[in-house]
């Protein structure tokens, strides 16, 4: 096992894996920006040390800065977390080149996976469900034109290298079509550097179904069972459950069994999200994430595992500790991302100073989070402040106990996602389940 590791992020996720490597006895060293002198993660290390001014691109985003950082602290191991240098290709290299390790998959699959348009192919070669669309990246608009013609509107564009919402348009004629390829050409360029596209079918109904893997370096590859990200607005996951209560039994394991598959041809190792689209009783593959996801302790929860450790373990050279056959799924889980935003402001973000900072202590709810009674919230950084979840022993009351801790959180000084998220609790859509991802966008139209 490693004896100190540096942890490439702030916020939530860095308290998170702080607390798996003082589970494990592995010194950590935290790196802030100047805007992030206060937060927990740097109070909660062994080793702080700045790394820059607030702006990301000169910090957490800054490969420099953390590698002179990681040098200095003498760490063995690198913990991007989720967001900034997740996915990078280039700073896993630079750490590998360096002896440092980097607690995610290889540059390899990391290309290869991020790659969506190539992404989707090696699905299709794996036999795992893809929708109608192109056959990789589309070179010009008269290709895409013409296969939108041919598998029928309503098509969606997608940037071959996005992520987070970006770079996706939807179009149901050959004008919007158009329209769209350029739009999302030039936002892909702008944010990822790389405006390829490739163009699906457009499903007008679908849940977003996820699965988690763990892969460790000696060929062993497993699936945890699902996730259900449906309640989300502009593609921005809001709440996260698990299981979905809309795959069956002879579905889960379908997805489950896909989702090795890609895993293993991809040569895929740590964490990942293989992330599927469902309508109708049929999913279909549409990404993966080659990192730990923010909604990974619903998983945590149904299975009692603990993701980071497993991470660690697993880029440390360790062989899984489980088989497929030893995963057991007990009860019902949600989480809630608890974000500083006004959702009677079209969820506008609303950083401040928190003036009271108090979490629900039940059996079977958790708060992870960052920040305390006196913190000042920034507005440099995602507007995620905490996260809660909930676990019971069916979804019904998990409903229940989810409103019941959602009273009990007070956050008091900045507006919040809360109210939203007991308004959810009590509609009967989303309580009987009969939702899409359609549904919250919907809702505030």
Request: net charge negative; aromatic share 8%; hydrophobic share 40%.
């Amino acid at each position: 096992m490693f004896k100190r590791v540096l942890i490439a992020n702030r916020g939530e996720i860095a308290c998170r894996v702080i607390r798996a490597c003082r589970k494990l006895g592995v010194e950590s060293v935290a790196v802030y920006s100047e805007a992030d002198r206060d937060s927990l993660h740097v109070r909660m290390a062994n080793v702080s040390i700045c790394i820059g001014p607030a702006e990301s691109a000169r910090s957490y985003l800054h490969i420099p800065s953390i590698i002179s950082a990681a040098e200095i602290s003498d760490v063995d191991a690198i913990h991007p977390g989720y967001g900034f240098l997740s996915e990078n290709g280039h700073f896993a290299d630079i750490c590998r080149s360096l002896d440092i390790a980097f607690i995610g998959p290889s540059s390899e699959a990391m290309a290869r996976m991020s790659d969506k348009a190539g992404a989707r192919e090696l699905a299709k070669a794996c036999g795992v469900p893809t929708l109608p669309g192109s056959e990789g990246v589309v070179p010009d608009d008269e290709a895409v034109l013409k296969i939108a013609r041919s598998i029928g509107y309503p098509v969606i564009v997608k940037a071959s290298a996005g992520g987070g919402g970006r770079g996706i348009r939807v179009a149901h004629n050959d004008a919007a079509l158009r329209i769209a390829m350029s739009s999302a050409k030039a936002e892909a360029e702008a944010a990822f550097g790389d405006g390829s596209l490739y163009i699906e079918k457009f499903l007008t109904q679908p849940r977003h179904v996820e699965v988690q893997v763990l892969c460790d370096e000696h060929g062993n590859v497993i699936h945890l069972g699902e996730r259900d990200c449906t309640t989300q607005r502009r593609h921005q996951k809001l709440i996260e459950e698990s299981p979905s209560p809309v795959v069956d039994r002879h579905v889960r394991r379908a997805m489950g069994e896909a989702a090795v598959k890609i895993c293993k041809a991809a040569n895929y190792t740590n964490a990942g999200t293989i992330e599927f689209l469902f309508e109708n009783g049929q999913f279909y593959f549409m990404e993966m994430n080659t990192r730990i996801q923010v909604e990974h302790p619903v998983t945590e929860m149904v299975t009692g595992m603990d993701l980071i450790e497993e991470q660690l373990r697993v880029a440390a050279g360790e062989p899984l500790r489980w088989r497929q056959k030893d995963i057991r799924f007990t009860g019902h889980a949600m989480e809630f991302r608890i974000n500083a935003e006004d959702p009677e402001r079209k969820f506008a973000p609303n950083p401040g100073q928190v003036s009271l900072f108090i979490t629900p202590e039940t059996p079977g709810v958790r708060a992870d989070s960052f920040i305390y009674s006196g913190y000042r919230i920034t507005p440099y950084y995602d507007s995620m402040v905490a996260k809660l979840i909930v676990h019971a022993d069916s979804r019904a009351q998990c409903i229940e106990k989810s409103k019941m801790a959602l009273r009990d959180f007070i956050l008091e000084g900045v507006k919040t996602t809360i109210p939203f998220h007991l308004a959810m609790l009590e509609n009967i859509a989303f309580v009987n389940s009969d939702f899409d991802i359609n549904f919250v966008d919907k809702l505030f139209a």
